[in-house]
């Protein structure tokens, strides 16, 4: 027994130099901003979780999210307990737009550790397979815990949106509103409603303060389609005109100028402008089977 300790101390301490060794060159390059390097020392280390689990998030940093995703598999097949190593492998997957499984390792993280952020991402991710009743069900149950939090009451506000739901939407961005927060995408969302609920007014004054505040071609085109709701013709004539002059084949620019144009019953524009798109114009349909 001595005769073993005597063998397996020198090594003990050998291997525990190594590393140590190898964690400090890796903590330089990748403070250096060399993080293949650090990547580079970090597997000459003892293999554990945790150093699969960082060289998983510096591959994450770097982009290499196929690398990032089989060292970040390793940490949890070696800790299946860990939440941390869990929603860091269920964001890769986000990332890599893998639903299936970032949503089965995010579901496995909240089964371990309760977390308000792993619920909204999972809300999250079903609204974006348009599973807007799951998506609802996880966004309600992450304000459960913070009623407050802006970014959870937006995707709420966004998933009534999708379900038509839209008084309970504009009542969410109202109170986000009335809170302070003045993101172009509430109020983008706001005009979005307002020109499906044919409130055209209130379209077109939401996305007037859009245009002076960024002057974006989007918020031009749902102008021009508030502006045609409330038949003032040449004041949509006149944005769409605008955004063809930035972007002469913008298609959404080009249908809605064409809808106009009809409304106006002015043929000789009409006829103008056909000649002037006519590769628009001559786009057969397709066949119905």
Do not use: W
């Not at 005009?191 to 077109?204: F, H, N, P, R």
């Not at 085109?221 to 944005?239: I, M």
């Amino acid at each position: 027994m001595k005769n073993i300790a005597k063998f397996l101390l020198p090594f003990l301490f050998f291997s525990l130099s190594c590393n140590f060794y190898y964690t400090e060159r890796a903590k330089k390059a990748y403070n250096a901003g060399k993080k293949l390097k650090a990547i580079k020392y970090l597997k000459h280390i003892k293999k554990k979780p945790d150093v699969y689990h960082r060289i998983g998030i510096i591959y994450y940093e770097i982009s290499n999210y196929d690398s990032s995703v089989v060292y970040l598999l390793k940490a949890y097949n070696l800790k299946t307990d860990n939440a941390d190593y869990i929603k860091d492998l269920a964001s890769v997957y986000k990332t890599l737009k893998d639903t299936t499984k970032a949503l089965m390792y995010f579901k496995k993280a909240y089964s371990l550790s309760p977390d308000s952020i792993v619920l909204n991402n999972i809300s999250y991710l079903y609204f974006n397979t348009s599973e807007y009743d799951s998506a609802l069900v996880y966004a309600n149950e992450a304000l459960k815990r913070y009623p407050e939090d802006e970014s959870f009451l937006m995707l709420k506000a966004l998933i009534l949106q999708y379900k038509k739901d839209y008084t309970q939407a504009l009542g969410i961005y109202e109170r986000l509103r009335e809170k302070g927060m003045n993101d172009p995408v509430l109020y983008h969302n706001m005009g979005v409603i307002y020109l499906d609920m044919k409130k055209y007014k209130e379209a077109y004054e939401i996305f007037t303060k859009l245009i002076e505040a960024s002057h974006d071609n989007l918020s031009y085109l749902y102008r021009a389609k508030a502006s045609l709701g409330l038949k003032k013709f040449k004041d949509a004539l006149a944005d769409v005109d605008h955004i063809l002059q930035e972007d002469h084949n913008n298609f959404k620019a080009v249908h809605l100028k064409y809808k106009v144009l009809l409304n106006m019953h002015d043929r000789a524009l009409l006829e103008k402008f056909k000649k002037e798109y006519k590769s628009f114009f001559e786009l057969k349909a397709p066949t119905s089977r």
